[in-house]
């Protein structure tokens, strides 16, 4: 039995799941183009049923992938029981580590605006307690299960292969350029180290789909609880207001270490963590020589561009 679940978690490669990653970053692009031409304007009004779309696609694509190939769906993903301790320590962390990514966000956006007029978030605000419930649910849950299915889940034990830590490090960067705006990449990217860290010290993608949801949930509360009567159209910060917010994020960094600390205390040995099988060097080489990365990144850089460009345009051209 041992065995044959061995030669089914072999069946993932990493030419299988960059392939896959490209893949989905294609058809994703193009639905996104497409749909941004035959709806326009009203792409903003249905922003909720994007999202749907976009989640389901997601599970989708890694779900169907591990059938056809006949891949343990319950070792890949990580279908493990989270411990009740790790789990307090993670939504204790949660929010500390929502302001130290939203700080490195928004270092990159102070920055920016003074290339481009940097828009404000498509997600609509919730204006009462039924829209906030309808939020959590579709921004909260559906991430957090669909996203990380594709990353904690396909993506890391894909790449585990090269060292449990490697892994983390390598699909937290595909998880900043998975989201495909320059706005939202080092936030994601930091979120990304972390829950790759607690899904790799629990051996549960529960753990993934706690941290990613609980995130997500807080950010949509504090909106609520913050929304302005006439949201902002553009993201607009002045250097006082950054260095409050880079303060913000210190303090939120200084905690998150501190819990950081308490939850790799109670997770020792609470799962098995590979050892490197090369140095950082040949890992970088490695994962660069695989032409669907490769491809990935030089659409998201093309994307980027594409977008300046057109926020440059809109800001200059009256």
Known sequence: MKERIKSMKNKLTFTGANILFFSFTIVFMLYQFLAGIFLGTAIYDNVYAVIIINELLIASFVLVYCIVKKI????????KKLDLLPAILIVLISLPAMFAASMLNDILIYFLQFIIKVPASSIPVPQNASELAVSILLIGVMPGVCEELMHRG???TAYEKRGSYKAVVI???LFGLFHFDITNLLGP?????????????????????LAHFMNN??????????????PAEYISLSLQELIGIIGLGIVSLIAVAGL??????????K?????????????????LTYWPIIAVVVLYVLWTLFYILIAMVARFVP
């Open 72 to 79: 343990d769906i319950k070792e890949t993903f990580r279908f």
């Open 154 to 156: 396909f993506l890391l």
């Open 171 to 173: 699909v937290a960067i």
């Open 189 to 209: 990217i930091f979120l990304g180290l972390l829950i790759g860290y607690y899904v790799v010290r629990t051996g549960s993608i529960f753990a993934g789909i």
């Open 217 to 230: 949930t807080l950010a949509q509360i504090i909106q609520f609880m913050f929304a302005d009567e006439e």
């Open 260 to 269: 950081l600390y308490l939850f790799t205390k109670v997770t020792e040995g």
């Open 271 to 287: 799962a098995e963590i590979r050892p490197p099988i090369s140095g950082i060097r040949e890992d970088v080489r490695a994962v």
